[in-house]
């Protein structure tokens, strides 16, 4: 079977001029300014990695969600200085997602959830192509799902 889905990450222009303002101005935005004390706890929404230790970060909060629908949402996300869009071939599960529990959820042209599902580890994989494989999505959104926090987009290949 072809694969048929890719993972996105956040654009990093959005976030990188924001390492540029000091801890007050980030405060005032609602955003807090981290260094990674330990590997693979920071997830970062561009590069769909994990920060090394010692490597700064910003938590902050960020509408993953932002259609005209019910379903508009937004939620905290840590992003990594510097660091490029991810890359990812057709197919292609990061540690970044296989390692958590991630729930899925398929959206609709009109932005509304037509199914969900919580899968883990090599399940996510094929939960995606299932979810994907409807005729009425359009996109999933990938969240962790024990803290609920955004993680990626896949769409298809």
Same mark, same amino acid.
């Given at each position: 079977?072809?694969?048929? *889905? $890719?993972?996105?990450?956040? #654009?990093?222009? *959005? ?7 000091? #801890? ?10 981290? +260094? ?27 509408? =993953? $969600? @932002?259609?005209?629908? @019910? /379903? ?5 996300? +840590? !992003?990594?200085?510097?660091? @490029? ?8 599960? @990061?540690? /970044? ?10 959206? #609709? #042209?009109? =932005?509304?959830? !037509?199914?969900?599902? !919580? ?19 359009? /996109?999933?959104?990938? =969240? ?5 926090? /955004? ?7």
């Amino acid at each position: 079977m072809a694969d048929t *889905f $890719q993972l996105q990450g956040l #654009d990093p222009a *959005f976030f990188q001029p924001l390492f540029a303002l000091d #801890d007050g101005e980030l405060r005032s935005r609602g955003i807090v300014r981290r +260094f990674a004390d330990a590997a693979d706890t920071y997830p970062c929404r561009v590069s769909l990695g994990e920060a090394a230790l010692g490597e700064e970060l910003l938590l902050l909060p960020f509408e =993953h $969600q @932002p259609a005209s629908s @019910p /379903y508009r949402a937004s939620g905290p996300i +840590f !992003v990594r200085r510097g660091v @490029p869009l991810a890359d990812l071939a057709p197919g292609e599960l @990061p540690p /970044y997602v296989t390692k958590r529990v991630i729930s899925l959820r398929a959206y #609709d #042209d009109a =932005h509304m959830i !037509v199914d969900a599902s !919580v899968a883990e580890g090599a399940d996510i994989g094929r939960e995606i192509r299932r979810l994907l494989g409807r005729a009425d999505t359009a /996109y999933l959104h990938l =969240h962790n799902a024990k803290r609920g926090c /955004y993680s990626c987009k896949a769409v298809r290949a």
